[in-house]
């Protein structure tokens, strides 16, 4: 059945058709002047159009256009052409955005299917102008205080299990407040946490403090003897390292008890394992010498508890009046 309307309909309350099915098969079709369907509801309530459709303009310029806002409840999806927001216009989303993704886990999530997923790309003749990315934060709208994180960059990954973030396997560099902020105390540092072999949680491995002073478990000065006096052997009391390298840095003296010149000195000694020496020449019997400081390198060592033990060397007397001093700088390599 066909309805033809000649003429003009200027004015109704309602106008209802019904068509004679509920599955697309009908339909309400418009047509030009030269019979060309222009657009077309069927009866499973799609509408399709050919050519454009504006809403609030009166000669839309794209296949849809809206002149006000508009909202999407159930998703949009674009299959090509991207998003575009011409200048000063600005792209509001309520929700989650996924890059390469149906699945969006956070604000922002971009599977990439190349080495560089996310790259910022700033052109400007200013050599000092910023390309940086930005993390903000406020105490609940007040100012931060002390200890609060800034933010700052968490690397994890896939363990065959689930993807980590960084503080449950993998490493994050973060920026803590140092003081309670105010518009001219804004003191921060910076934190380096990484994962050692076996474990699954992060450790502290480095930190740059407001000061620039650099703070490690693997970097670190101990005094573990300091004018200690008397006959030797002398062992220090035990101290913590973290493991790797150690500069042993010792001094002492003693003297030769007889006549004619001779080499004196101490040997240095790591857990009863000797690593180096502090020697000097004698022409005098009896007489005290300081012995020459001897950097000693001390590599491979384990983490744990050790301690120093300087002994006689070469027939080296020694006495209440002889001093012994021992500094172990961690370093971390």
């Known amino acids: ?3 033809f309307l000649i003429g003009s309909l200027s004015r109704a ?15 309400f079709s418009f047509r030009d002047s030269g019979s060309t369907e222009i657009g077309r509801i069927d009866s499973d309530g799609n509408f399709n159009i050919l050519g454009k459709l504006g809403i609030g303009i009166a000669v839309p310029g794209a296949s849809l256009e809206v ?13 090509a052409g991207g998003v575009k927001c011409d200048t000063a ?6 929700g989650k955005i996924g890059v390469n993704t149906t699945n969006p886990g956070y604000l922002i999530t971009a599977c990439g299917s190349s080495e560089w997923s996310i790259a910022s790309v700033y052109s400007t003749a200013t050599a000092t ?6 993390a903000q934060k406020s105490n609940a709208g007040a100012a931060l205080g002390s200890g609060y994180y ?12 689930s993807y980590t973030k960084g503080w449950n396997g993998g490493a994050e560099i973060t920026a803590v407040a140092t003081e309670d902020w105010t518009a001219a105390n804004n003191g921060t ?20 403090g407001n000061d620039a002073k650099i703070v490690s478990p693997m970097w670190k000065v101990t005094q573990v003897m300091d004018a200690v006096t008397g006959a030797m052997p002398k062992t220090s009391a035990a101290f913590a390292t973290g493991g790797g390298t150690l500069l042993i840095i ?6 030769w008890n007889a006549l004619g010149g001779a080499q004196i000195g101490m040997s240095v000694a790591l857990d009863a394992v000797i690593k180096g020496y502090c020697k000097v020449y004698t022409n005098e019997a009896s007489s005290h010498r300081a012995f020459t400081t001897n950097p000693i390198v001390a590599t491979g060592i384990a983490a744990g508890n050790h301690t120093i033990t300087v002994a006689s060397w070469n027939g080296t007397a020694s006495d209440a009046n002889d001093f012994y001093n021992v500094t172990v700088l961690e370093l971390p390599f």
């Open 189 to 208: 540092k910076l934190v380096f946490n990484l994962t050692k072999n076996g474990t699954s949680n992060i450790f502290q491995a480095l930190e740059i």
């Open 89 to 94: 216009e600005m792209l509001i989303v309520d």
């Open 250 to 255: 010792a001094s002492g003296s003693g003297y």
């Open 67 to 79: 002149n006000g806002s508009a909202v999407i409840r159930s998703g949009l999806r674009l299959d």
């Open 150 to 161: 800034l933010g700052g960059l968490a690397m994890g990954g896939y363990n065959g299990t």
């Open 13 to 27: 309350a309602d106008i209802t058709a019904t068509l004679d099915s509920a599955d697309g098969t009908s339909g």
């Open 1 to 3: 059945m066909a309805i």
């Open 129 to 134: 102008h910023r390309n940086h990315f930005l």
